[in-house]
């Protein structure tokens, strides 16, 4: 699987876990270049924990919050954790 944003290549792995239809991509396959510090924003899952956020930038377009991961998940997810996925303007394909 690879994720692109501004026609950059930020993640690529063939091992993401797929969970509720989003692929996540293990923290080593991910190009930590493009994503900024945990921006603040989280959410919460009652199965998986806690998520945090990043933006995500490429030259000059960013997407705010486009990428979450779960630091320390819950049990249940715990394959998860650190793993990195995305939302709509990042192309996972």
Do not use: L
């Amino acid at each position: 699987m690879r994720a692109t944003f501004n026609g950059q290549v930020i993640a690529e792995s063939d091992a993401t876990v797929v969970v509720e239809g989003n692929h996540y991509f293990p923290p080593a396959s991910v190009n930590m270049e493009f994503f900024s510090e945990p921006t603040g924003r989280t959410t919460h899952c009652p199965w998986k924990g806690d998520a945090e956020y990043r933006d995500v930038t490429v030259g000059s377009e960013s997407a705010s919050n486009a990428a979450w991961f779960y630091p320390s998940p819950k049990e249940k997810a715990a394959e998860i954790e650190g793993y990195v996925a995305f939302y709509g303007v990042v192309d996972v394909s």
